[in-house]
């Protein structure tokens, strides 16, 4: 009995202008997360790092870029309210599994940490405000977050960290510098171990 081979839909295409489509393809997912920063849709895929770690000793830092803007219950928050404290920055959104999955190890540094100085603030970006409130209503979060749908704060911090980059982490020290980074999710020693010295750098807490 005499079949009919199914042919592939690709086949009649040259494989030089199917690799150049394809290649054009794939970098269009690329720029998604981090690209218009006016754009007014979320990307749903996760764009996270390796969550590979950098600590810069005290005569090698940069400042902090000032930013600022309203969390997610509309109240205005901006770095400067942190001056004086160690402040942990931390890019996430409601669609990216690895944020989700790293939140908790997030809250226990910062519910153990805080009396000795150590403050948090999450920047909530390319998502959607219901669903950002949910997830922090959800996963028990406590400390604040800046509402960035546009993405505007991970390129101030392009320096330090890919915008791209979700989730991804910065130590920032009382004198207003960038003292680590995470690209990526972070572990619970691996956050305490970047904080921990910073504190110990001296400087007492400011009331809040």
């Known amino acids: 009995m ?3 081979a199914h042919r592939s ?6 494989r030089a202008a199917l690799a150049v489509a394809m290649a054009a393809a794939l970098a269009g997912c690329a720029e998604q997360l ?3 920063a006016d754009s007014a849709e979320p990307d749903h895929s996760d764009a996270s790092g390796d969550g590979s770690a950098t600590a810069f000793g005290p005569g090698e830092r940069e400042p902090a870029p000032e930013v600022s803007g309203e969390t997610l219950d509309g109240a205005p928050v901006g770095l400067d309210d942190y001056a004086g404290e160690v402040l942990v920055v931390n ?3 409601s669609w990216c599994s690895p944020c989700r999955a790293e939140m908790p190890v997030l809250m226990k540094v910062y519910t153990e940490y805080r009396d000795q100085g150590l403050e948090f603030l999450g920047v909530n970006i390319k998502d959607d405000r219901t669903a950002a409130k949910a997830f922090e209503r ?3 979060v406590t400390y604040p977050s800046i509402y960035d749908q546009p993405g505007a704060v991970p390129q101030a911090f392009a320096d330090t960290v890919p915008p791209q980059a979700i989730p991804s982490t910065v130590v920032i020290d009382r004198e207003g510098d960038i003292a680590a980074r995470v690209i990526g999710a972070t572990t619970y020693d691996q956050l305490t171990g970047l904080v921990e010295p910073v504190l110990a750098e001296g400087g007492a807490p400011q009331a809040r």
Do not use: E, K, S, V
């Open 2 to 4: 005499t079949g009919t």
């Open 9 to 14: 839909p690709y086949a009649a295409i040259p």
């Open 34 to 36: 981090g690209g218009d």
């Open 91 to 93: 890019f996430w959104a």
């Open 138 to 140: 959800n996963l028990g």
